[in-house]
């Protein structure tokens, strides 16, 4: 009876160490691998900030051109924001200038990508006076079909119906993404703006015309 209490004991350990050994082992598959997409993430980041200012530095002023950029295939969000050298909500590391930074975020709020893009943002800077970021996007109405109640709304439909636009620029896409690159130089006031337009916003555009 001994014998087969301490050959149930002896199981019972072995089950547990190889359980515990079975953890220790998913925990660090599971941190190598997100420090691996994290690394992986960040560099696609660094390279798509660096194609944009090759594309900004490349362009002549009073140039404007359209450029398809590979976004971040991620689940987290990174934002393309700019600041022009006035602007008093920039990071610190833009130090005196304009600049353009791409930034991780979970907040759309400026300050708070600010913020984001000063700790572990990546940012450009350029000897510019104005530096603008834009994203065009459309607002939607629905509108309920034929025979519908507020309770019992039926054949709803969604129509694009007013523009809109935000300082950042949402790049975490496995999509090719567009923008737009516009330079140019006014009475010695130099400019750069970078500017997003969504289908929706195109299709409304369009609408409109």
């Known amino acids: 009876m001994k014998n087969k209490n301490a050959l149930l004991l002896n199981n019972t350990f072995s089950i547990i160490i190889a359980a515990i050994c079975l953890a220790l082992l998913f925990y660090g598959v599971s941190k190598v691998y997100s420090r ?24 002549e002023y009073s140039q404007k051109n359209t450029f398809s950029f590979r976004g971040i295939s991620t689940e987290n969000k990174w934002y393309l924001i700019g600041w022009s050298k006035s602007e008093s ?18 907040s759309t709020n400026i300050l708070e990508i600010s913020k984001s893009c000063q700790k572990d943002g990546f940012c450009r800077n ?9 994203s065009n996007q459309a607002e939607y109405d629905v509108i ?53 337009y969504s ?4 299709e409304l555009k369009n609408q409109k015309q």
């Open 199 to 202: 289908e929706d916003y195109l």
């Open 126 to 134: 350029f000897n510019d006076e104005i530096l603008e970021t834009k």
């Open 36 to 59: 691996y997409t994290s690394n992986e993430e960040t560099e696609n980041a660094k390279t798509l900030i660096d194609s944009i200012e090759s594309k900004i530095n490349a362009l």
């Open 144 to 196: 309920p079909g034929p025979g519908s109640s507020e309770l019992y709304p039926s054949n709803i439909e969604v129509y694009p119906v007013k523009e809109i636009a935000f300082k950042q620029i949402k790049v975490y896409s496995p999509n090719l993404i567009d923008i737009e690159i516009e330079k140019t130089k006014e009475y010695n006031k130099r400019s750069i703006k970078v500017s997003y």
């Open 89 to 106: 909500s920039r990071p610190d590391k833009c130090f005196f200038k304009s600049c353009l930074c791409i930034c991780k975020s979970e």
